[in-house]
């Protein structure tokens, strides 16, 4: 492991869940307490929901606090697929119910269509965002940077100056039928000031060890530098 990177391993994914949502908490009552409002990035995934649900229950001035997401399926608020219904279901619960959350998918057909409406939408929330939940997928994926997805270039891509960018994937196992997405850019990452990959599984470990520079993850880790934190389970 880089020495930058803190690396941090839990016996199961009870005690993940916890010391994530105290981690989130610490960060977001630091940015609070500093300038009187903090941002909160959300990744969907099965991992992810369990700390959302720790989260809702801890107290913060949650009336301060704008949610958004890292990246999202385009599909309606109500597929099961959403990450926006995960996190109004986990997270904007309770109380975190004030928080402000700012969506991801717009009524446009395509995710291409919509790029500037939410770029537009993300821009005050990502200057930098304050507290990013991050996961990964075995093949090496994070956000919805795909590799050889329709769009990856400009997601990825250190000179764009959008926050967001349309993503279609080629149609994958760890895709489903959910080809088209919206998701955050690499220079969204490279000036958050404080990111958790959150990863299950040791083979998810193992790749992002391998440091493959064909893995999505290993830009978006060297993007991050110093500001990533990594919650490991096996």
Known sequence: MSQTTAFHTFGTPETLHVDAAHWIETRLADALARRGKASL?????????PVYRELSQIDLDWSKVSVGLADERWVD?????????LVRETLIQNKAAEAAFIPMKAAATSPF?????????YRPITSPVD?????????GHTLSWFADAKGLDEAMSPDTTRNVAAIEAQKLKTTGDH???MTLTLPVVARARYILLL?????KRTVFERRDRSHPVTQMRRA????LT?????
């Open 41 to 49: 990035i959300c990744s969907g995934g099965s991992t992810p929901g």
């Open 77 to 85: 608020a109500s597929d099961e697929a959403s990450n926006e219904r």
């Open 113 to 121: 269509d919509a790029v500037e409406e939410v770029d537009a939408l």
């Open 131 to 139: 507290v990013m939940v991050l996961g990964m997928g075995a093949d």
């Open 179 to 181: 080809t088209l997405r």
């Open 199 to 203: 990863m299950s599984g040791d083979k």
């Open 224 to 227: 991050a530098g110093d500001a």
């Open 230 to 234: 990594i919650f490991s389970c096996s």
